[in-house]
């Protein structure tokens, strides 16, 4: 089984200027989730997504960072414009529910330089 | 907010070596994992806790979830090389459902040859 794809791997841009980020969740999967891991801490919510809604977003920087879901599969998150504050790894995790939780699969992350 | 105390931040051990580490937290957590992150990637779950005073071992790796849902500790016995990597405790709040996860700051191990 084919496991959460993110692309980019890495990106490097200039502060101000727009990037978006790809994630593919693991087949089957209606839960989609958008953290972001600053160096040296554990990955941090940004966004949850049930099916094409987001269901918590209270932790995304409305004002620069934007997300869509379209058909429930698919998920891109936006940031316009970048500043240097968000060099980090964005995380895409998937889950589908198991047991008496949600077990959460991780992408590999895409690795963001602001310069 | 709700978070994690993770401890120790960074352990230097030797082959062999039986590894400890834990989590802790001020408030109630219903369901507790333990993942492995390596440079470069996302993290890779190890182990899920979903009841209280549950423990589980996959392989050289235990966990227990504390009957207080305060706390979980990861154990790894006999330590090998691929050991090495960040290990972060996460939990979830919330009873059912899917839900945001909580992580704490991670645990370093490095092996010494």
């Known amino acids: 089984e084919a496991g959460v794809v993110q692309s980019p791997r890495y990106k490097i841009i200039e502060k101000k200027q727009p990037v978006a980020f790809w994630c593919n969740p693991i087949s089957g999967h209606n839960t989609l989730y958008w953290y972001r891991q600053n160096l040296g801490q554990g990955p941090e919510l940004l966004i949850r997504y049930e099916n094409e809604e987001a269901v918590d977003d209270s932790q995304l920087p409305k004002d620069r960072f934007s997300a869509e879901r379209l058909k429930g599969v698919d998920s891109t998150l936006k940031i316009q414009p970048a500043e240097l504050g968000d060099s980090a790894v964005y995380l895409c995790a998937s889950s589908q529910r198991a047991g008496g939780g949600e077990t959460q699969y991780f992408g590999p992350g895409t690795r963001l330089l602001v310069l | 907010g709700q978070q994690l105390n993770q401890s120790p931040q960074s352990m230097f051990i030797q082959e062999g070596e039986d590894v400890s580490m834990n989590c802790t937290s001020s408030?109630?957590?219903?369901?507790w994992l333990w993942y492995k992150q390596d440079p470069g990637e996302g993290p890779v779950l190890l182990i899920a806790?979903?009841?209280?005073?549950e423990l589980t071992s996959n392989g050289r790796l235990t966990a227990q979830f504390g009957i207080t849902r305060k706390d979980s500790f990861l154990n790894i016995s006999a330590s090998i090389p691929s050991d090495v990597g960040i290990y972060f405790c996460?939990?979830?709040?919330?009873?059912?459902?899917?839900?945001?996860?909580?992580f704490g700051q991670g645990t370093r191990l490095t092996i010494n040859p």
């Open positions: 996460a939990g979830q709040p919330g009873i059912q459902g899917a839900q945001k996860l909580v």
């Open positions: 806790l979903y009841k209280a005073g």
């Open positions: 408030s109630i957590f219903n369901t």
